[in-house]
């Protein structure tokens, strides 16, 4: 049994006075053990000792085993024998403190229930720092698995070298009274940190010196006296890796146990982006925290979410990261399964890259990171636009990375996300789509549109002087092309033809991929502009309502000049009736004579709505004036330079979205042409077939604007051994081989100015193509223009024959 009091206070008479200072016959503890004793009479003192040096730390737990009425007492006493702290418990007395001095230390072990009169068996569980190691080094990225005793304290080691971080969770696996607690002490035995917690003690920290650290794990419920089974998890950066290599651009699957630290690794270069998201699949109470390490192990960042936790960031080295996986509940006590999504620019690519000019349709999972590429040259525009199809929840945010792995924009919006930019170099840009709902936890349906240009052209190309119809839906983007010289001049509008949320958006771009100019409305979208330079320019058509999220049909009008003549030829003092709808351009063209004073007045019939606006264009293109009014507007203009004008006439109301009858009229210019006779070139054999001019007047060419002058042909199909009239078909070129066609041939000399197609009756007469005669000339363009028109009849190949030929020259 160890020392009597009566023993000790004889040997403290003896030996300076002190309580007592026979440490040779007072039992030495174990360092990480546990040694027993027993109080085994009314006033028995039991007495250990141990060695520490000054600033070391050290814990000692003094426990009942019987669990009886014996309340364990420890008091301690400094290497010169000065009482020191003393404390006591139902069942366990704890002490946990940092030596004063270095020397030897005394614990005196008594009862201190109400009497002081109970004895029982005993445990004394001790540990100090450095030294204890009673269950071995932790494993960097993994777990041990054991169980507190009562009053017991159990120590590990781990290495770690000054500057690199570690996280270390301690769980009740049992979900019992145990209330895990853990302490840190550094190499040299200083106490370093500690936490508990009722279910998981959880730490977190980055190491101040190289060396072996001391964890001591202890039970800190009420009393100190609870017991059960537990993991201790561990992790150390660099080095953890329990789940390996993160796929670039894709997922992993795990689960988080109780108290788990789940590790991964990725490598990245400095200056590259990264993004992980780390989301909880069960919708459980677990609540996902991400903590990032760079090569060193030093913390960068971390987040956390109730469900999903976002981290985006930059590499600030080059080297081998670490992610560590953990659950931050209330409690840090929450298990269950999770995805990780990793992205690191500028490989990621999970999807391939976008359509140009298209769209691509996918889905956002819980957490989800998609990732796309699209090739670009600097000096190109694009534009994105995300949507969530099912106006969910689902929030979708872009985010694009240029070709070495830099952010470049992005941009979110609650259903529809727009990006639009230039290259600012040359290669693979990177786009990154996700959600950032508030918890960054929605999921759904979407579909991500571009278009770079140069390239894009969904709609085709835009016909001159009249309009294509189309439909907007959610967060589209429609791209149309026209080709145009320098200097030439051009209009577009773009119209919601329902009026209803769509808000109309153009932009157009140069042959290079530059934007040149853009406008929006809430119903119609007006652009009018001169081209910079020649080549084929881009429009894209896009809704920028609030939000960017409503869809509907539209209209896009296009003019471009010269060219554009859908109303065709002004003529002098004679008026015009026409109809302005919703958006509309209305093209004409005059013939000018320099020095002419021109008018052209343009009236709104109805006195209504329409506000019109006429603008006149010389005859290269180039914009010369413009005028408008509220229901009427006069344009007076002194030709400088003869040839070609073209009018174009529109509404510039508030919003440019009225629409009317209207007339317009020319004076003092805009003279009708003349006739120029025909030349009639004869048949190869006096037996073919013979072509007549059956116009309105009869020998001479069409005149451009006049209904009475139209392109009329008369054949003669006599004698043919196959007595049909095949339909004509146009060719530029002076008189060649012809070309075949089941509708017989046309030859021009000049622009192809002529296509038609249909079978007629046989008989000995025809009309091409119809007693009607071909459509009439109506563009001022055209005069002047000189071609050569042939019949052919009989069967189709070597059998059939030409007629005559007419050589006409339109308008003059």
Same mark, same amino acid.
């Given at each position: 049994?160890?020392?009597?009091?009566?023993?000790?206070?004889?040997?403290?008479?003896?030996?300076?006075?002190?309580?007592?200072?026979?440490?040779?016959?007072?039992?030495?503890?174990?360092?990480?053990?546990?040694?027993?004793?027993?109080?085994?009479?009314?006033?028995?003192?039991?007495?250990?000792?141990?060695?520490?040096?000054?600033?070391?730390?050290?814990?000692?737990?003094?426990?009942?085993?019987?669990?009886?009425?014996?309340?364990?007492?420890?008091?301690?006493?400094?290497?010169?024998?000065?009482?020191?702290? %003393?404390?006591?418990?139902?069942?366990?007395?704890?002490?946990?403190?940092?030596?004063?001095?270095?020397?030897?230390?005394?614990?005196?072990?008594?009862?201190?229930?109400?009497?002081?009169?109970?004895?029982?068996?005993?445990?004394?569980?001790?540990?100090?720092?450095?030294?204890?190691?009673?269950?071995?080094?932790?494993?960097?990225?993994?777990?041990?698995?054991?169980?507190?005793?009562?009053?017991?304290?159990?120590?590990?080691?781990?290495?770690?070298?000054?500057?690199?971080?570690?996280?270390?969770?301690?769980?009740?696996?049992?979900?019992?009274?145990?209330?895990?607690?853990?302490?840190?002490?550094?190499?040299?035995?200083?106490?370093?940190?500690?936490?508990?917690?009722?279910?998981?003690?959880?730490?977190?920290?980055?190491?101040?010196?190289?060396?072996?650290?001391?964890?001591?794990?202890?039970?800190?419920?009420?009393?100190?006296?609870?017991?059960?089974?537990?993991?201790?998890?561990?992790?150390?950066?660099?080095?953890?890796?329990?789940?390996?290599?993160?796929?670039?651009?894709?997922?992993?699957?795990?689960?988080?146990?109780?108290?788990?630290?789940?590790?991964? %690794?990725?490598?990245?270069?400095?200056?590259?982006?990264?993004?992980?998201?780390?989301?909880?699949?069960?919708?459980?109470?677990?609540?996902?925290?991400?903590?990032?390490?760079?090569?060193?192990?030093?913390?960068?960042?971390?987040?956390?979410?109730?469900?999903?936790?976002?981290?985006?960031?930059?590499?600030?080295?080059?080297?081998?990261?670490?992610?560590?996986?953990?659950?931050?509940?209330?409690?840090?006590?929450?298990?269950?399964?999770?995805?990780?999504?990793?992205?690191?620019?500028?490989?990621?690519?999970?999807?391939?890259?976008?359509?140009?000019?298209?769209?691509?349709?996918?889905?956002?999972?819980?957490?989800?990171?998609?990732?796309?590429?699209?090739?670009?040259?600097?000096?190109?525009?694009?534009?994105?636009?995300?949507?969530?199809?099912?106006?969910?929840?689902?929030?979708?945010?872009?985010?694009?990375?240029?070709?070495?792995?830099?952010?470049?924009?992005?941009?979110?919006?609650?259903?529809?996300?727009?990006?639009?930019?230039?290259?600012?170099?040359?290669?693979?840009?990177?786009?990154?789509?996700?959600?950032?709902?508030?918890?960054?936890?929605?999921?759904?349906?979407?579909?991500?549109?571009?278009?770079?240009?140069?390239?894009?052209?969904?709609?085709?190309?835009?016909?001159?002087?009249?309009?294509?119809?189309?439909?907007?839906?959610?967060?589209?983007?429609?791209?149309?092309?026209?080709?145009?010289?320098?200097?030439?001049?051009?209009?577009?509008?773009?119209?919601?033809?329902?009026?209803?949320?769509?808000?109309?958006?153009?932009?157009?771009?140069?042959?290079?991929?530059?934007?040149?100019?853009?406008?929006?409305?809430?119903?119609?979208?007006?652009?009018?502009?001169?081209?910079?330079?020649?080549?084929?320019?881009?429009?894209?058509?896009?809704?920028?309502?609030?939000?960017?999220?409503?869809?509907?049909?539209?209209?896009?009008?296009?003019?471009?000049?010269?060219?554009?003549?859908?109303?065709?030829?002004?003529?002098?003092?004679?008026?015009?009736?026409?109809?302005?709808?919703?958006?509309?351009?209305?093209?004409?063209?005059?013939?000018?004579?320099?020095?002419?004073?021109?008018?052209?007045?343009?009236?709104?019939?109805?006195?209504?709505?329409?506000?019109?606006?006429?603008?006149?264009?010389?005859?290269?293109?180039?914009?010369?004036?413009?005028?408008?009014?509220?229901?009427?507007?006069?344009?007076?203009? %002194?030709?400088?330079?003869?040839?070609?004008?073209?009018?174009?006439?529109?509404?510039?109301?508030?919003?440019?979205?009225?629409?009317?009858?209207?007339?317009?009229?020319?004076?003092?210019?805009?003279?009708?042409?003349?006739?120029?006779?025909?030349?009639?070139?004869?048949?190869?054999?006096?037996?073919?077939?013979?072509?007549?001019?059956?116009?309105?007047?009869?020998?001479?060419?069409?005149?451009?604007?006049?209904?009475?002058?139209?392109?009329?042909?008369?054949?003669?199909?006599?004698?043919?051994?196959?007595?049909?009239?095949?339909?004509?078909?146009?060719?530029?070129?002076?008189?060649?081989?012809?070309?075949?066609?089941?509708?017989?041939?046309?030859?021009?000399?000049?622009?192809?100015?002529?296509?038609?197609?249909?079978?007629?009756?046989?008989?000995?007469?025809?009309?091409?193509?119809?007693?009607?005669?071909?459509?009439?000339?109506?563009?001022?363009?055209?005069?002047?223009?000189?071609?050569?028109?042939?019949?052919?009849?009989?069967?189709?190949?070597?059998?059939?024959?030409?007629?005559?030929?007419?050589?006409?020259?339109?308008?003059?």
């Amino acid at each position: 049994m160890p020392l009597t009091p009566r023993t000790l206070a004889l040997v403290g008479l003896m030996l300076l006075g002190s309580i007592f200072t026979g440490t040779a016959r007072a039992q030495g503890l174990v360092n990480g053990g546990s040694v027993a004793g027993s109080i085994d009479f009314a006033g028995d003192q039991d007495s250990w000792t141990f060695s520490a040096a000054a600033g070391q730390g050290f814990q000692v737990r003094v426990t009942d085993l019987a669990v009886s009425a014996l309340r364990p007492r420890v008091a301690l006493y400094a290497p010169g024998g000065a009482l020191v702290t %003393t404390v006591s418990g139902s069942t366990v007395a704890a002490l946990s403190l940092i030596a004063g001095s270095t020397g030897t230390y005394t614990i005196v072990i008594d009862d201190s229930s109400q009497g002081s009169d109970q004895t029982g068996p005993y445990a004394v569980h001790f540990t100090r720092a450095p030294g204890a190691n009673e269950l071995g080094s932790l494993p960097n990225g993994g777990s041990l698995a054991s169980s507190i005793e009562l009053g017991d304290l159990d120590s590990f080691t781990f290495s770690i070298v000054a500057g690199q971080s570690f996280q270390l969770r301690v769980a009740d696996t049992g979900f019992g009274a145990f209330t895990p607690r853990i302490d840190i002490y550094d190499p040299i035995g200083a106490y370093f940190t500690g936490a508990s917690g009722s279910t998981v003690a959880a730490i977190s920290g980055a190491a101040p010196a190289t060396g072996t650290y001391t964890v001591v794990l202890s039970d800190v419920s009420q009393g100190n006296d609870a017991a059960g089974d537990y993991e201790v998890h561990f992790v150390r950066t660099p080095g953890a890796n329990e789940g390996g290599t993160l796929p670039n651009a894709g997922m992993l699957s795990g689960n988080i146990s109780l108290g788990d630290l789940d590790s991964y %690794t990725f490598e990245a270069v400095a200056g590259q982006n990264f993004k992980l998201r780390v989301a909880d699949t069960a919708f459980g109470a677990f609540t996902p925290r991400i903590d990032i390490y760079d090569s060193i192990g030093a913390h960068i960042l971390g987040a956390s979410g109730s469900t999903v936790a976002v981290v985006n960031a930059v590499a600030p080295s080059t080297g081998t990261f670490t992610a560590v996986i953990t659950d931050v509940s209330q409690g840090n006590d929450a298990a269950g399964p999770y995805d990780l999504h990793f992205i690191r620019l500028s490989e990621a690519d999970e999807h391939g890259p976008l359509v140009n000019g298209g769209a691509l349709a996918e889905s956002i999972e819980i957490g989800d990171l998609d990732s796309y590429t699209f090739a670009i040259t600097a000096g190109q525009s694009f534009e994105l636009r995300v949507a969530d199809l099912d106006l969910g929840g689902f929030t979708p945010r872009i985010d694009v990375f240029d070709p070495v792995g830099a952010y470049f924009m992005g941009a979110s919006g609650s259903s529809v996300a727009v990006v639009g930019g230039v290259a600012t170099s040359t290669g693979t840009y990177t786009v990154v789509l996700s959600d950032v709902s508030l918890g960054n936890d929605a999921t759904g349906a979407y579909e991500v549109h571009f278009a770079r240009v140069p390239g894009a052209n969904e709609g085709g190309s835009l016909p001159n002087g009249g309009l294509v119809p189309g439909i907007l839906s959610l967060g589209d983007l429609d791209s149309f092309t026209f080709d145009v010289n320098a200097g030439q001049s051009y209009q577009l509008r773009a119209v919601d033809t329902a009026i209803g949320g769509l808000s109309p958006r153009i932009n157009v771009y140069d042959p290079v991929g530059a934007y040149v100019g853009g406008a929006s409305g809430s119903t119609v979208a007006a652009v009018s502009a001169v081209a910079t330079s020649t080549g084929t320019y881009t429009v894209v058509l896009s809704d920028v309502s609030l939000g960017s999220d409503a869809a509907g049909t539209y209209a896009l009008h296009f003019v471009r000049v010269p060219g554009a003549n859908e109303g065709g030829l002004l003529l002098d003092g004679v008026s015009k009736s026409e109809t302005i709808s919703l958006g509309d351009l209305d093209s004409y063209t005059f013939a000018a004579t320099a020095t002419e004073m021109a008018q052209i007045v343009v009236t709104d019939l109805a006195a209504g709505g329409l506000s019109p606006r006429v603008d006149l264009y010389g005859p290269i293109g180039e914009y010369i004036t413009g005028a408008s009014g509220s229901t009427q507007a006069v344009l007076s203009y %002194t030709i400088v330079t003869g040839g070609v004008h073209t009018v174009v006439v529109s509404d510039v109301s508030l919003g440019n979205d009225a629409g009317g009858d209207y007339t317009i009229v020319l004076s003092g210019s805009g003279a009708a042409p003349g006739s120029t006779s025909n030349t009639i070139l004869p048949p190869a054999l006096p037996t073919d077939p013979i072509l007549a001019d059956n116009g309105g007047g009869q020998g001479f060419g069409p005149l451009v604007g006049d209904p009475s002058q139209p392109f009329n042909f008369a054949l003669d199909c006599s004698g043919a051994s196959q007595p049909s009239i095949y339909l004509m078909e146009c060719r530029t070129g002076s008189l060649a081989t012809p070309l075949p066609s089941p509708f017989g041939l046309l030859y021009l000399d000049g622009a192809t100015i002529l296509s038609a197609s249909g079978l007629h009756a046989q008989g000995i007469v025809e009309w091409f193509p119809a007693p009607v005669g071909l459509a009439l000339p109506n563009d001022a363009a055209l005069i002047g223009l000189s071609y050569t028109a042939q019949g052919f009849v009989g069967g189709y190949g070597a059998s059939g024959r030409l007629s005559n030929a007419i050589v006409q020259t339109i308008g003059g």
